[in-house]
């Protein structure tokens, strides 16, 4: 809809709205209006639009809830004069189908082929049982989560 559009149909329900109600409704027809502006002149990034939208976050989930409890409250923490601990390795942060390890395996036979079975190609060879079968590790965004190997 066009901007005319917008004030045409604010003029017709004016009067069937209190005032109240239809300030509150220009209000919103005229941010919906800056925005689609906006958008359609790129002057403004995703992030800002998210920003005049909701607000900027600046309330930490850390500062929010509270620290869990310490386990062992006998335990003093150590003094900071000790050698410093190894730096993390840098790497690609994924992990590996063994660091999952209450995770449900299941194992997926091929639906043709089995050991011992002709070459499909050239027919002349064998099939062999792979050492060591492909892995995939499917991760379900669930509280907590769940894997299957």
């Given amino acids: 809809m066009s901007r005319e559009e917008f004030e045409d149909v604010l003029t017709r329900v004016r009067e069937t709205l209190g005032e109240q109600d239809y300030e509150k409704l220009k209000a919103a027809i005229e941010t919906l209006a800056y925005l ?10 995703l992030q800002r639009l998210r ?8 309330e930490k989930t850390r500062d929010v809830t509270p620290a869990p409890p310490n386990p062992n409250p006998a335990a ?14 840098p790497g690609h942060g994924r992990h590996a189908a063994e660091a ?21 190609e050239c027919q002349k060879g064998k099939v062999y049982l792979q050492k060591e079968p492909q892995v995939l590790v499917r991760v379900v965004g669930q509280a907590p989560l769940a894997a299957t190997v």
């Fill in 51 to 58: 920003k005049i939208l909701f607000g900027a976050s600046t």
């Fill in 36 to 45: 689609t502006d906006s958008l359609q002149d790129r002057e403004i990034s």
């Fill in 100 to 120: 999952f390890r209450g995770a449900q395996k299941i194992e997926v036979a091929h639906s043709t082929l089995k050991p011992g079975d002709a070459c499909p």
């Fill in 76 to 89: 003093e923490p150590k003094p900071a004069m000790e050698a410093p601990a190894e730096k993390a390795r």
